[in-house]
């Protein structure tokens, strides 16, 4: 029997957490390392104007000093993959894996709801692994 596929909300990571796009690098690498996240939405008001990864953040980094100095907005990817909590996980994962991108932002009547991470997809396709081999969830097989 063929199940139902996910939307994005059952499967994304819900967060309120961004920064201001006139944040330096380093309270973004403090925010980051305090919630334990690898992505920040970048925002000016409510509107998105970028995403900033823990990877963007190591760049600077190793160019020294220079933490306090750069604005996230500057060093953000610009125009991040954005879609709505109802879309298709699989349509979702599929274009990840084309664009060769690690999340997409969830929005949720046009405001930002959550973000879908590999993350959240390995969790997803561990899930449906399990259930399709009917294994219980640690992995665990009768011998």
Known sequence: MKGKIRQVL???????YNIRADATAN??????????IRHLPVVEGQTIVGLLSRRELDVV?????????????EL???????????AR????????????????????NGKLAGILTTTDVC??????LRMNASLPPDGDEAA
């Open 27 to 36: 309270e973004a690498a403090l925010t980051m390392r305090e919630l334990d």
């Open 89 to 108: 996980l699989d349509d979702v994962v599929e274009e990840m894996s084309r664009r060769k991108i690690g999340s997409a932002l969830v929005l949720q």
């Open 123 to 128: 969790r997803i396709l561990a899930e449906t």
């Open 10 to 16: 059952g499967a994304m990571t819900p967060f309120p």
């Open 61 to 73: 980094g190793l160019l020294g000093g220079l933490m306090d100095q750069v604005r996230v907005g």
């Open 76 to 86: 953000c990817t610009k125009d991040p993959y954005v879609v709505d909590v109802s």
